[in-house]
């Protein structure tokens, strides 16, 4: 795993453990988040683009996750607004719902893009990109094919 900077505590597996329980709670979609805020046609209408993580394999194999919103904003850290609010964690999952790699971040870190070695997903078919805004939950980007040819 490598990146901008996370000073976040913790293994690997004991992440793995939160967002797994973070999951069971609801996971958000580009199609189905109005759970989590109620006015989709309000002030915030495009709230789901400011927390979907997206995936890109790189031609060295490693895969870039950044939450494009924020990056195009020219957002490289994962605070939303006061310390309590910021996205904690992106993850990729693979074909069989195994998450392949994970980094967690806190309010002050510089996060993204975050870069994923290739070690961390090899074997994996398709990997689908989630984040976490300590908020507003569990967000599931759109899966990318890997190791394929259409790298």
Do not use: N
């Not at 927390?51 to 957002?75: K, N, Q």
């Not at 510089?110 to 990997?127: I, R, Y």
């Amino acid at each position: 795993m490598s990146g901008k900077f996370s000073t976040a505590k913790g293994t690997t597996e004991e992440w793995k453990v939160e967002v797994l329980e973070k999951e069971k709670v609801a996971v958000c979609t580009k199609e189905a988040w109005t759970h989590v805020w109620t006015d989709p046609e309000g002030e915030h209408k495009d709230f789901d683009q400011k927390h979907l993580a997206a995936a890109e394999a790189l031609p060295s194999g490693d895969v870039v996750v950044t939450i494009p919103w924020r990056f195009d904003e020219g957002r490289h850290y994962p605070k939303a607004g006061g310390p309590s609010h910021y996205m904690q964690f992106v993850y990729l999952k693979d074909e069989s719902d195994t998450i392949k790699a994970i980094a967690k971040f806190e309010h002050s870190d510089e996060a993204f893009p975050w870069t994923f070695d290739k070690s961390s997903v090899a074997g994996a078919k398709t990997l689908t990109p989630y984040s976490i805004d300590c908020i507003h939950g569990v967000w599931k980007g759109e899966s990318i094919p890997y190791g394929t040819e259409e790298l």
